[in-house]
């Protein structure tokens, strides 16, 4: 059945290949063809056009005049600025969410944590990770601060993929811990603590990721 408006088709489009980028099916460097993409999920190449904005705004597309639409790859010293700008900007959105967040939210936060815990696949895990760090945030109400954050997330997905397919589940313990951590600072209020343990959490995966420089090969 047709979108009843063009909005609606823009959006189903743009969710798409959203999921494609941020799970792998469209590697960094991927062209995106409008004429293809339209073909695959149906629609003319209008709604394709703003889909791809739309992703451009939250940094999983790149547009480049006369080119047409590629998933962003970065380098090495690209990923790691991130990673610095997500040691320094998390823990800002953290103290800002950390006196809004109800015992409600916390419990969730440790659901969320439980599950991880359980024994999860790598997609899985990005997933559920993403959903921990965001739910620690959601009480940070400053648009600006957390459009950046998720633009930083959406920019090195790959390469935490590719850093987790490569460690394996013999790091995980790690992560949990890690979050454990930032759980127990939170339950406690204490946003010294919180944005320690979130800090060093960010500068331990980025000083792990930048040790493999064939994560980086396109």
Known sequence: ???????????????????DILEGAL???ERIRQ???AERLGGSRLPVREALRVLAAEG??????????????????EVEVL???????????LQLSLP???VTDLAEIDRIQVRIEAGVSVPEFLRLDREFHMATYSGCTTEHLMSTIDRMWNATQHYRRAFMELA??????????????????????DDNDAERYLSGHIRRTRMELITHPEIFVS
Do not use: C, F
Not at 83 to 93: D, G, H, I, V
Not at 168 to 189: C, K, M, P, Y
């Open 27 to 29: 590697a960094p460097g």
């Open 60 to 77: 999983l597309v790149e547009l480049e005049p006369h080119k047409g639409a590629r998933v962003p790859h970065l380098d090495r010293g």
């Open 168 to 189: 394996g589940a013999g790091r995980q313990w790690i992560v949990n811990a890690e979050h454990r951590l930032l759980l127990d600072a939170l339950q406690r209020a």
């Open 1 to 19: 059945m047709a979108e009843s408006t063009p909005g609606a088709a823009s959006a189903r489009i743009a969710d798409a290949l959203r999921i």
């Open 83 to 93: 990673y610095r700008m997500r040691e320094r900007l998390e823990p800002l959105a």
């Open 35 to 37: 004429e293809e993409v």
């Open 100 to 102: 809004q967040l109800s």
